[in-house]
């Protein structure tokens, strides 16, 4: 089965992410703050990586910077979720590029655009 | 902007929980569960729209009813009211007061919002911070100088001092995070607490209660009151 890791700050929102999820035959694993995510990612090798952009402490971005530095981790896709306006997503514009972000998707997205989006990326290797 | 993050928090749990329960026949033990979750996820939206009523209407302090107030009291029905919102976020609350503290004249509504709110901010902010198996929130008061009460919430949440309060005054309704350390859905809270009693009592400020930081106000203690 693909395997998610979803970075996410609060709790309720990804303990519900994490069970439509495995609804639907994936294994996602929980992470709030990026050293423990970044841990998770050299252990866990995640297929996909749901990032929401604003952290406590840090940005998604940092995180995305530092993911990118190491070599094997520069093509895992990227979905970045938050609550960013046009305007605003024409700045990130540039960075979503340089940081191979692979989709931006509004936090209040669907769980079905969400899932959706993750087996377009999978496509057609693991699903 | 962080209000309206804020408020978009407990909306979009309300829907993630719908949307899950829409997703497959679940056992009516989970559905159950998943609505008092919803329940739960309202009751915080309400109350943060509840203390920036009261903040509005802070203002006109002449107008406010006055009360003698014991703050243990308070902070006791605060806690039993916050303890199943906690346990989502596995925090255990506790509270914590110096013995014979002297009764305070508030208006008992603004008090009572302000700590939940602060309460529920920093539950939220202390789980996406650090990632542990349990966590704990005090509500504390103690007697502070000149004549007064300090009361607030303590807990590990990182990055609240006084001077990244004063940053966050400056950039409220400008910032999409006003208190870096704080993510979005949990800073507009602090800041209308901190607002609310600034408006009636002292802004809030980093303090400690037992060896535990956290954030509080100084409400003046009363002395007449004490000897009724």
């Known amino acids: 089965m693909p395997r998610v890791l979803l970075i996410e700050t609060d709790r309720q929102l ?17 992470h709030s703050d990026i050293q423990n995510a970044i841990m998770s990612t050299d252990t866990q090798c995640p297929d996909v990586i749901i990032l929401d952009l604003i952290l406590a402490g840090r940005s998604g971005i940092e995180f995305l910077y530092e993911l990118r530095s190491y070599p094997e981790w520069q093509s895992v896709p990227v979905i970045a979720t938050g609550h ?11 960075a ?3 940081l191979n972000v692979s989709a931006y998707l509004p936090k209040h997205s669907a769980f079905d655009r969400l899932a959706g989006e993750i087996r377009k990326l999978l496509q057609p290797a693991k699903v | 902007m962080t209000l309206s993050d804020d408020l978009a928090l407990p909306l979009l749990q309300v829907k993630s929980s719908i949307e899950l329960l829409q997703a497959k ?6 559905a159950r569960r998943h609505a008092q979750e919803s329940a739960l996820s309202i009751d915080s939206g309400l109350q ?30 605060i806690a039993h009211k916050l303890t199943p919102y906690a346990k989502q976020y596995d925090t255990e609350i506790e509270v914590s007061t110096q013995h014979r503290l002297a009764p305070v004249l508030v208006h008992q509504p603004s008090l009572s919002s302000a700590l939940e709110v602060l309460s529920s901010s920093l539950i939220r902010a202390q789980v996406a ?21 300090a009361a607030g919430v303590f807990s590990n949440v990182q990055g609240l001092s006084d001077r990244t309060l004063r940053a966050a005054r400056s950039l409220v309704g400008r910032a999409r995070q006003p208190l870096p350390a704080v993510p979005a859905g949990a800073a507009a809270g602090v800041l209308v ?17 037992n060896n535990l930081p956290g954030l509080a106000t100084s409400i003046p203690s009363s002395k007449q009151l004490k000897f009724v």
Not at chain 1, 14 to 30: C, G, H, P, R, T
Not at chain 1, 84 to 94: A, F, N, P, T, V
Not at chain 2, 193 to 209: K, S
Request: proline content about 4%; aromatic content about 8%.
């Open chain 1, 14 to 30: 990804a303990k519900n992410l994490q069970s439509y999820l495995e609804l639907n035959d994936f294994i996602v694993d929980i």
């Open chain 2, 129 to 149: 911070q650090t990632e542990a198996k349990s966590y704990q929130i005090v509500l504390g008061a103690h007697s502070s100088p000149g004549n007064a009460i």
């Open chain 2, 25 to 30: 026949d679940f056992a009516k033990q989970v």
């Open chain 2, 193 to 209: 607490a901190d607002m609310l009693c600034a408006a009636l009592w002292q802004p809030l400020r980093a303090a400690a209660h």
């Open chain 1, 84 to 94: 960013i306006s046009q305007d605003e997503l024409s700045h990130y514009g540039s």
């Open chain 1, 96 to 98: 979503f590029e340089q």
């Open chain 2, 48 to 77: 943060q729209i509840e203390a920036y009523r009261l903040l509005l209407g802070s203002t006109e302090l002449d107008k406010l009813p006055m009360e003698p107030l014991a703050i243990s009291a308070l902070l006791e029905e």
